[in-house]
């Protein structure tokens, strides 16, 4: 009985050894998991910096381009075109 016994007290060791190393490597893992969910969220926070820092989005882009007279220049425009109608209608 005490060689068999023996043989259990050993078994067991080895069976709380493989627990405690388990627990150990859950502990590495969830480490591991909680710093690759860090750098993915500041990866995702530093790509939308980079778009905000890029530029407008694409509806707002052309918004401040000049693509007219300005409305101070409209009367005078106006005028001419109104001034070169009459002169091409009344030849």
């Known amino acids: 009985m005490r060689g068999i016994q023996g043989v259990v007290d050993r078994v067991q060791q080895e069976l709380n050894a493989i627990k405690a190393t388990q627990t150990k490597v859950q502990e590495q893992l969830n480490l591991v998991l909680t710093l690759q969910n860090?750098?993915?969220n500041r990866t995702s926070?530093?790509?939308g910096f980079d778009?905000?820092?890029s530029g407008p989005p694409a509806v707002a882009?052309?918004?401040f381009e000049r693509d007219?007279?300005?409305l101070w220049e409209a009367r005078?425009?106006?005028n001419?075109?109104?001034d070169d109608y009459y002169r091409a209608t009344n030849r």
């Open 61 to 63: 882009r052309h918004l």
């Open 76 to 78: 005078e425009l106006r």
């Open 38 to 40: 860090k750098i993915h």
């Open 45 to 47: 926070r530093l790509r």
């Open 51 to 53: 778009a905000a820092q």
């Open 80 to 82: 001419l075109v109104d």
């Open 68 to 70: 007219g007279h300005a």
